[in-house]
């Protein structure tokens, strides 16, 4: 089985639930695809990580990083595999709020310049909302933000939301892989 349909398999083994949920959106859905269940173990972000590292590893890009909780593991485990494929790649996560004591940072991670082009993951895309927060914390420093990558699109508007700022999403997997019947 390729490494796409090993992720889909484990993504609905261990992160779908047909349950009706509030989304960090604010809106009601009657699934949530709580992909930390698999992101978070060693086979999910070993499989996550090989797709994302394909999807970036001939793009210009100097960074990986995106909004904490849902890139931490993602954009641990693409810098791991650019280190071992001889691929110069920083990581970088983003705070929802500055620290309150040090330097009260909202990047975290190695430094990134004025200039630099990056690429942004998160777990999943609803609205666009988390990314979005990215890319303008990101616009502030003059960081360009080439791409943006999700391992779900809910189909809910991420994807127009991001075009918007002239971002592109690319999705591993969208909400009909997981609710075919």
Do not use: W
């Amino acid at each position: 089985m390729n490494k796409k349909k090993e992720l889909l398999t484990l993504l609905k083994k261990k992160a779908f639930l047909r349950k009706r949920v509030k989304l960090s959106s604010g809106r009601i859905s009657n699934f949530y695809i709580d992909v930390r269940k698999v992101s978070l173990s060693p086979e999910g972000v070993y499989l996550i990580s090989h797709l994302i590292f394909n999807l970036l590893k001939r793009k210009r890009i100097t960074a990986i990083g995106g909004p904490t909780l849902g890139a931490d593991p993602i954009v641990s485990g693409v810098c791991y595999l650019a280190y071992k494929n001889k691929k110069k790649l920083k990581g970088f996560l983003i705070r929802k709020l500055p620290k309150k004591h040090g330097r009260q940072k909202l990047i975290e991670g190695q430094a990134l310049a004025s200039g630099e082009r990056v690429a942004i993951v998160d777990d999943v895309a609803t609205s666009g909302s988390s990314l979005i927060k990215a890319i303008e914390v990101l616009k502030k420093e003059r960081i360009e933000v080439v791409t943006a990558i999700s391992v779900v699109d809910r189909e809910e508007g991420a994807r127009e939301a991001l075009a918007r700022y002239k971002c592109p999403l690319i999705s591993l997997f969208a909400k009909s892989d997981f609710l075919k019947t």
